[in-house]
């Protein structure tokens, strides 16, 4: 209903939200997003995984090693409201060359080359 209601609306690209609910249904996001040709940019890499067009977002690995040293310092007796809150710090971009193509677009050189993964 919502990608219906985008392509009679003309959108001309779809941003995603970074959410529990996108996430577990990325692949008929995606499926949806495809169909109705509309370019979509997604926060996690599983999505262009499953076929989108590009993800910008933290990196995950890195996220999750990040919070097993705050376990780790809790575990060794520091308070949790005593720890500083961090941002991530590393963000990939990833792209799919395939979903770009199927879509019917051209990326720019520059783009492909700040991209962390290319997905051809």
Same mark, same amino acid.
């Given at each position: 209903?919502?990608?219906?209601? =985008?392509? %009679?609306? !003309?959108?001309? =690209? $779809?941003?995603?939200?970074? +959410?529990?609910?996108? #996430? !577990? ?10 169909? !109705?040709? $509309?370019?979509?940019?997604?926060? #996690? ?18 996220? #999750? %090693? ?8 809790? $575990? ?5 409201? +005593? ?12 792209? !799919?060359?395939?979903?770009?193509? =199927? ?12 991209? +962390? +993964?290319?997905?051809?």
């Amino acid at each position: 209903m919502a990608f219906a209601a =985008a392509t %009679r609306g !003309n959108a001309g =690209a $779809l941003i995603a939200f970074d +959410d529990a609910l996108t #996430y !577990n249904y990325r692949t008929r996001v995606v499926a949806l997003a495809a169909a !109705n040709r $509309l370019p979509a940019l997604y926060g #996690y890499r599983e999505f262009p995984d499953e076929g989108g067009l590009m993800s910008y977002g933290a990196n995950l690995p890195s996220h #999750y %090693r990040h919070a097993a040293n705050y376990v780790d310092r809790i $575990l060794r007796g520091a308070k949790p409201g +005593d720890i500083p809150v961090e941002q991530p710090t590393k963000f990939d971009l990833i792209v !799919n060359l395939r979903a770009a193509k =199927a879509l019917g677009l051209e990326l720019s050189p520059s783009l492909l080359a700040q991209a +962390d +993964d290319v997905i051809e």
